[in-house]
């Protein structure tokens, strides 16, 4: 879907210019009206002064008193002009020179008004009017060239569009800041919802706007509940392994214990099902408590829990005196959930430490996704065994004892964050070498830069 | 060596106390997080087995408060959570050690030998001093002539404690103390009959007396 800053912007400018056009159009048709309304009233009125000029004589002859007529009549192609008929008696200004206007006898009261083509190109309104003087019916005729006010019609138009247009620019302006100043509001919810996602908050900010006071609202409860949910069902499975740990550590001390006194295959057989049944356990368990992706409670960070965790494995391997190389980008933070990092890094880690003999290395790398590799100098694997080895953790029947475990639970956690492991041999140490890829991409990167 | 067994499984304590016992520990039991904190607080422990899912008093609590007390005695904690997230947890609050349920007793001994060698900064695997060397898996001693010793079990006891503790003045109270349990019949004369019967096995010049103080293990 389009976004609604830019989808209101569309709207409210386009809107806009039809109000503007339908404005203009009318307006011109009104003054163009109004202008020959006054003309036209302007000719009539000249009629009438034309009509009192005239006069009879007693053989019925048409005259005129000429000087009382404005000088605009004389002047040759002035654009005002008359025409007087009386039965086959006519008349006309000096103005229309050798011209004739076209007339209508018009009956006496009435009138015709019709637009002509005049002399010199003029566009004349032309208006015909029928009377009766001394009882003899004549029509007077005036008429007036209508191209100057059509010239400054059409600079009115002109000077109306120009000012519309403009106006029209600074609403379009001033509504685009309205809308943008209307939509900093949403905007700061989407970076929270970004830095939600990247595990720096765990809550929205609740002082929305109204509108969207809900969704917030809304989701700070899903986000609630989730961590609820997430924090019970790790509680439980802890509860549950810790259940299942107690009678299976008692097996195992019994075993332990009367390895003499038992038969040899009835003490084997017990030990491999007290193993399997732990590992099981450890292994659904380990999946069941994963929190995969889109979840906002602790993130994982290179900076502090990276250390940490290589200090418990020094601790755990205090016997060997394993010397690491740890290399990651300072701003190695990653939107994966902390447990779930651990546990992968754990894994391997400890795999690494287990066969070492001397060096572990670690190397973390952001390009774009989260690469991560683990190199030891220990015996390495069959290359050939690679492959078997990242499909241990398809079938949990084909999981078997020690080595490869903790490697299947690294493969589930992968997985789950949509990623892959590779096993191959280190250059560098010639051991075994795990290389861990994770997709970030998209919760990484900030939206703003693509 | 005193160990705190702090474990509220029954059963599992049954077995271990016997199994520690045999190895050369004195144990006493805690079942629950609030006795288990209060007993780590005597300055009577040189080591201590701590399982985390202990009722009324977590272990990471309990931990934590004797860290927080100053209390540094060496901890193994064992827990059936084995998630990674967990063990780092532990050892950020002061575990030294860590192992997860189910185990054999083998490991959990060889991570205390360990851990105890690691405190009294004697490492390596066998205590070697003055060149006397002590096994304590089999529980005998090599004297300086050659000649391996089996040792009874207090024997082994406080000989340990002294191999551990060299050069530092150990009163009768203190001994018995660290080899002893809380339900052992504790007569501080009976060290006495014990440090003889050492000082018959290794020569008179190994173990000193200090009149009124107690007794120095020689380290050279």
């Known amino acids: 879907m389009r976004s609604l800053q830019s989808k209101l912007g569309y709207g409210l400018t386009l809107s806009l210019i039809a109000v503007f056009t339908v404005l203009w159009f009318l307006v011109s048709l009104n003054i163009q009206y109004l202008a020959e309304e006054y003309i036209a009233s302007r000719l009539r009125h000249d009629a009438e002064m034309l009509l009192s000029t005239i006069h009879f004589d007693k053989a019925g002859n ?15 192609f002035s654009g005002h002009y008359y025409f007087i008929t009386s039965g086959n008696q006519t008349m006309s200004s000096r103005s229309l020179w050798d011209q004739q206007l076209g007339s209508v006898l018009v009956k006496a009261g009435d009138q015709i008004s019709n637009y002509q083509d005049g002399p010199d190109n003029q566009l004349l309104l032309v208006i015909s009017n029928g009377f009766i003087k001394q009882g003899y019916p004549l029509s007077v005729t005036v008429a007036e060239d209508l ?47 970004q830095s939600l996602q990247q595990g720096e908050a765990n809550q929205l900010n609740a002082d929305a706007p109204t509108e969207l006071r809900p969704l917030v609202n809304e989701i700070n409860h899903l986000l609630v509940v989730m961590e609820q949910r997430l924090r019970r069902s790790r509680d439980a499975l802890g509860d549950l392994a810790h259940a299942v740990k107690r009678p299976l550590t008692i097996i195992q001390q019994l075993t332990d214990k ?4 038992l038969p040899a295959d009835l003490n084997a057989g017990l030990v491999r099902q007290v193993t399997e ?17 889109g979840h906002s409670s602790a993130r994982f960070s290179f900076l502090h829990d990276l250390p940490q965790l290589i200090e418990t ?18 701003e190695a933070n990653c939107p994966i959930d902390r447990e779930d990092m651990l546990e992968l890094l754990g894994n391997l880690l400890d795999n690494a430490y287990k066969w070492a003999n001397k060096r572990v290395n670690i190397t973390v790398a952001i390009n774009p996704e989260l690469t991560i590799c683990i190199e030891d100098d220990g015996p390495g694997t069959d290359p050939n065994r690679f492959e078997q080895l990242d499909k241990r953790g398809v079938r949990l029947d084909e999981t ?6 903790g490697l299947s639970i690294a493969s589930d956690i992968v997985r789950e964050y949509s990623g892959t492991l590779l096993f191959s041999t280190s250059n560098t140490l010639g051991g075994f070498r795990v290389d861990i890829t994770l997709p970030i991409e998209g919760v990484f990167i900030n939206p703003k830069d693509k | 060596m005193r160990l705190l067994l702090a474990e509220d499984d029954l059963d599992l304590v049954a077995i271990l106390k016997k199994d520690l016992e045999t190895a050369g520990y004195a144990v006493d039991v805690a079942d629950n997080g609030i006795d288990a904190e209060y007993l780590g607080n005597e300055a009577i422990y040189d080591v201590a087995v701590l399982d985390l899912g202990l009722p009324r008093r977590n272990g ?12 540094n005695l060496p901890v193994v904690v064992l827990t059936a959570r084995n998630a990674w997230h967990e063990r780092v947890e532990g050892l950020k609050v002061g575990a030294d050690d860590y192992l997860g349920k189910p185990f054999h007793v083998e490991e959990l001994l060889a991570r205390l030998t360990a851990l105890l060698h690691r405190t009294s900064q004697q490492p390596g695997g066998t205590l ?18 050659g000649l391996s010793h089996k040792l009874t079990g207090t024997e082994f006891r406080l000989l340990r404690y002294l191999l551990l503790h060299p050069g530092k003045v150990l009163s009768k109270s203190e001994l018995t103390d660290h080899i002893y349990d809380q339900d052992s019949d504790k007569d501080s004369n009976i060290i006495e009959v014990y440090i003889r019967r050492l000082r018959k096995l290794m020569g008179n010049d190994c173990i000193e007396t200090r009149r009124g103080q107690g007794y120095v293990f020689r380290d050279h």
């Open chain 1, 62 to 76: 048409l005259g005129m008193d000429e000087s009382t007529i404005d000088l605009v009549y004389s002047k040759p």
């Open chain 1, 147 to 193: 191209n100057p006010v059509k010239r400054n019609i059409r600079q009115f138009q002109t000077r109306f569009a120009i000012t519309a247009i403009v106006m029209l620019l600074l609403l379009v302006v001033l509504q685009a800041l309205i809308l943008r100043h209307s939509m900093k509001s949403l905007s700061r919810i989407h970076e929270e919802l």
């Open chain 1, 258 to 261: 009367n390895r003499n006194a």
């Open chain 1, 277 to 293: 049944i732990n590992q099981l356990t450890d292994r659904i368990l380990k999946r069941a408590r994963l929190a995969g992706h």
């Open chain 1, 313 to 330: 494995l020094d601790i755990i391997y205090n016997d060997k005196s394993i010397a690491n190389q740890v290399d990651f980008p300072e």
């Open chain 1, 400 to 405: 078997k004892k020690g080595y490869g475990f």
């Open chain 2, 60 to 71: 990471i609590e309990v931990l934590n408060n004797w860290r927080a007390k100053g209390n």
């Open chain 2, 128 to 145: 070697r001093v003055c060149n006397m060397v002590l096994d304590e898996e089999r529980q005998n001693v090599t004297t300086t002539d």
